[in-house]
């Protein structure tokens, strides 16, 4: 079954820098990638996704790449704000049975 | 639009007791998925459903945990008798078929004892 790789696994920057998470995958059927943001107590929800036919995505702050021949795709996050502190999770779908299959996640810390 | 409902938020038993939770999809939704979420970890898909038929249990302990989707709406996620390291977590995601954004409900969280 796919197998998503997640790192790093804590990242901590100044405010206004940018902040980059890196995910691998194995299934190469899989053709969906979204990525996640859960606060501290709160369900996960979507921040912004990518499907396979397109190498990369942008909205505002938030970006993500994806190399389908190498497996793996990034999440950029620019101009980081302190509301931006919280665990960010990858995933890929699309492989065997569709199934969603979540990374391990990072914990982003923005320093004011 | 109303979003995921699940019942109930917090759950506290004893270890070898049973336990039921309740999810109600995003009306609409065809798949619907249950994770566990142990602290500190990436959600674990327990089972995935399209409509009231199993996608993926793969990863669903089957001599205690137990889920159904009866007419492909609502469904029931159970585990009997629990252990303490299924403290975690529960969380439900709706979505349409075919690979589209997840919603999640605010899940429950259970507590072994």
């Known amino acids: 079954g796919e197998n998503v790789e997640q790192h790093p696994s804590t990242l901590s920057v100044q405010e206004g820098d940018s902040a980059v998470i890196k995910c691998t995958y194995s299934?190469?059927?899989?053709?969906?990638f979204p990525w996640y943001k859960q606060e501290l107590g709160k369900r996960p929800q979507l921040i912004i996704d990518?499907?396979?036919?397109?190498g990369e995505k942008k909205d505002q702050r938030i970006a993500v790449t994806l190399n389908k021949t190498a497996k793996h795709f990034s999440l950029h996050i620019t101009e980081t704000q302190p509301e931006d502190s919280a665990v960010y999770f990858c995933?890929?779908?699309?492989?065997?049975?569709?199934?969603?299959?979540f990374g391990t996640g990072t914990r982003l810390a923005v320093r004011p | 639009e109303a979003g995921v409902a699940q019942s109930p938020r917090y759950k506290i038993i004893e270890k070898r007791q049973s336990v039921a939770f309740w999810c109600n999809p995003i009306s609409g939704h065809a798949t619907l998925y249950w994770y566990q979420q142990i602290l500190g970890q990436g959600p674990k898909l327990l089972i995935q459903?399209?409509?009231?038929?199993?996608?993926?249990d793969s990863q669903l302990p089957k001599d205690r945990f137990s889920a159904e989707r009866l007419k492909g709406v609502d469904s029931t996620l159970k585990i009997q008798p629990a252990k303490l390291e299924d403290s975690a977590v529960y969380l439900c995601a709706s979505s349409l078929p075919w690979n589209t954004e997840a919603f999640f409900g605010q899940g429950t969280r259970l507590t072994v004892v």
């Open positions: 299934d190469s059927a899989s053709n969906y």
């Open positions: 990518i499907r396979s036919n397109v």
């Open positions: 995933a890929a779908s699309g492989g065997s049975g569709d199934k969603l299959t």
């Open positions: 459903f399209q409509n009231n038929g199993v996608v993926d």
